[in-house]
C-alpha cells in the first residue's frame, strides 16, 4: 500500500511569485486536506477536498486555492507570494470522515 | 469552536524514565481525538487514536494515551522512553461531523542519555 506522497520536497520562490504544490493520496483514500505548519507551531488547517469539490476551508485568503483530480490527487496554489509563506505545507488523505494519514510535506522558503 | 492546549513546550527526560506529555481540548460538541509525532525535517505519523469504545488506547512505539471527559484531557505517557523518542509530539481534536484537524502547538521530547 503506498503511502501519501508530496512534490517537491524543498522549493524557494521570491515574493509575488506563485507556486503549485502536489499531493498524491493513499490508496483507497478520497479525501484530502491541506496544512500550513510555520515554523515552532503546529499545523493550521487550509482547506479539504472531496471528490473534487471544496469541504471546508481554514481561516486562509483566496490566494490559496486548490483542486482534487478524479483519481483523488490534489493541488495546493499559492499566489503573489508573501514573506510569511514561508513553511512547510502537508498534505494528508483519508477516508472521509475517518483518520487523516500525512505525506512528507512541502517546504517551501519566500525570499 | 475546539481548541486544543498542550502546555508544556520542552519536556526533558532521562533515558529510559517515564515520560507523560499533557494534552487537554476544549469543544462543544463529542470529539476524536489524535497523538501524531513528528521527527526532524519530516511529516506527521500517527501515533494513537480515540474514537470511542475504552478510554485507554494503545498505540506504535509503546506509548500509550488516555480519555478523561470530565477533565477534558487526552495525556499521552510512555513507561520507559529511549533516545529515538525524541521528536515534537502534537495533540490533535476533530469534532464530530468536521474534517478538520485542530492541533495544539507541540511538545518537544528531548531524551537525555
Known amino acids: 500500500e503506498t503511502g501519501v506522497t508530496q512534490s517537491p520536497t524543498h522549493l524557494i520562490k521570491t515574493r509575488g511569485q506563485q507556486v503549485t504544490l502536489r499531493c498524491s493520496s493513499q490508496?483507497?483514500?478520497?479525501?484530502v486536506s491541506w496544512y500550513q505548519q510555520a515554523l515552532g507551531q503546529g499545523p493550521q488547517f487550509i482547506f479539504q477536498?472531496?471528490?473534487?469539490?471544496?469541504?471546508g476551508r481554514g481561516n486562509f485568503p483566496p490566494r490559496f486555492s486548490g483542486l482534487q483530480f478524479p483519481n483523488y490527487s490534489s493541488e495546493l496554489n499559492v499566489n503573489a507570494l508573501e514573506l510569511d509563506d514561508s513553511a512547510l505545507y502537508l498534505c494528508a488523505s483519508s477516508f472521509r470522515g475517518e483518520t487523516q494519514y500525512f505525506g512528507p510535506g512541502t517546504r517551501l522558503l519566500v525570499l | 469552536a475546539q481548541s486544543v492546549t498542550q502546555l508544556d513546550s520542552q519536556v526533558p527526560v532521562f533515558e529510559e524514565a517515564p515520560v507523560e506529555l499533557r494534552c487537554n481540548y476544549s469543544?462543544?460538541?463529542?470529539?476524536?481525538l489524535f497523538w501524531y509525532v513528528q521527527y526532524p525535517n519530516q511529516g506527521l505519523q500517527l501515533l494513537l487514536k480515540?474514537?470511542?469504545?475504552?478510554?485507554l488506547v494503545k498505540g506504535i512505539n509503546g506509548f500509550e494515551a488516555e480519555f478523561n471527559k470530565s477533565q477534558t484531557s487526552f495525556h499521552l505517557r510512555k513507561p520507559s522512553v529511549h533516545i529515538s523518542d525524541t521528536a515534537e509530539y502534537f495533540c490533535a481534536v476533530i469534532d464530530f461531523g468536521n474534517e478538520k484537524l485542530t492541533f495544539g502547538t507541540g511538545t518537544r521530547l528531548t531524551i537525555i542519555p
Open positions: 477536498y472531496y471528490r473534487e469539490e471544496e469541504n
Open positions: 490508496s483507497g483514500h478520497n479525501t
Open positions: 469543544s462543544s460538541v463529542s470529539v476524536y
Open positions: 480515540y474514537l470511542s469504545g475504552s478510554t
